[in-house]
Every structure is written in C-alpha cells, then in structure tokens.
C-alpha cells in the first residue's frame, strides 16, 4: 500500500503488488511521479521551479540506485517539455525564513512518507500562524485525502486538529475585516 500512496494509484487499488521496475515511468522526479495529469503537472513543476538533484541507491530507499545530475535533469527536461531548469530558482526560495515572511500554513508530515524529512517537523515560526502536524502513521498528504474507517487514529486526529486551525484562522480573519 505505501507504493500505491506514493504512486497516488489509491484510486484504483487495482494492483496486488508494485513492481517499481514495471511501475515506474520516466519523468524529472527519479523516485517516480506517479500517474495522471497530476503526474504531469508535478514532472513540469520538476523541470522548471522545484528544481533538485537527488540520489537514490536501493540500501536506505526503495528505489533503484540512480545518480540524477543537474545534467540528466537539463536533457530530459529539453527532451520532455523544451524547457531548461532553472538551477538559481530554489535557492531564491529556499531556505526561507517563513516566520517573517508569511502566515497561517498547516506543515503536515506523515511520519510513514518517504519525502518526511525535508518537510517541517518543527515550526519554522511561530507555531500558532506556522503550525507542524506530525502523523506518525501517516504516508505522504494522507491526512488530506477522504475519510476511509482503515485510517489510523493519529491521522483522524490530525484532519479534526487542521479543521480546527482551519476554523480559528477563519474566526481572527472575520474579526480582522470587522476592525478595518
């Protein structure tokens, strides 16, 4: 099942087991993009904003050992979509300091989601406008898919937490407009 979730293939549950060399189809992501325009969009958003070089090796990852080089990424983006990643633009972005920049952003990480470790697992602000939700049973944006009675507790608990943030930031947004 965590290769369907990180396949986004939840929709179907049409396969028993992944085989990840059958499976995988070839985009600017090398642990795989999943399927769809979703997948599109994301293999696009690769090759242009959300650019980065990653490895993968088969001992600490379930992905077969792949050195992907800004090299690699710049021909299959020309191949793919005529594009050339822009290597400066991520580091425009990030890191950021999002206390001073920014508000009201649910970071939510799946504990069981391969990509956990570059989210935020702490605040990276204020906790009350920048707020972590850690679902320790979780896999990756499990919390913001539909009800299913198999979810885990902890990711039931994390959707009523996020609607609750959810509800306050909508309450001091209301009052805020009120005092203007």
Not at 56 to 63: A, I, K, L, S
Not at 100 to 126: A, M
């Amino acid at each position: 099942m965590a290769a369907g979730l990180f396949y986004n293939a939840s929709y179907s549950n049409e396969l028993s087991c992944f085989n990840i060399t059958e499976e995988f189809i070839e985009c600017a992501d090398q642990t795989g993009c999943g399927l769809g325009t979703d997948a599109t969009a994301w293999d696009y958003q690769m090759c242009t904003q959300i650019v980065y070089a990653m490895q993968t090796n088969n001992v600490t990852d379930m992905f077969p050992p792949f050195l992907w080089s800004n090299q690699n990424l710049t021909e299959y983006c020309k191949r793919t979509y005529n594009v050339t990643p822009d290597f400066s633009f991520m580091k425009i972005w990030f890191p950021l300091d999002l206390g001073e920049i920014t508000s009201r952003i649910i970071f939510s990480n799946g504990l069981l989601d391969p990509w956990h470790g570059g989210g935020y697992l702490q605040s990276p602000g204020d906790p009350e406008l920048l707020p972590v939700v850690i679902l320790p049973s979780g896999a990756h944006h499990l919390d913001l898919r539909g009800k299913n009675e198999a979810d885990p507790a902890d990711v039931t608990q994390a959707r009523e937490k996020e609607v609750q943030i959810l509800k306050g930031w909508l309450a001091q947004v209301q009052q805020e407009k009120q005092q203007v």
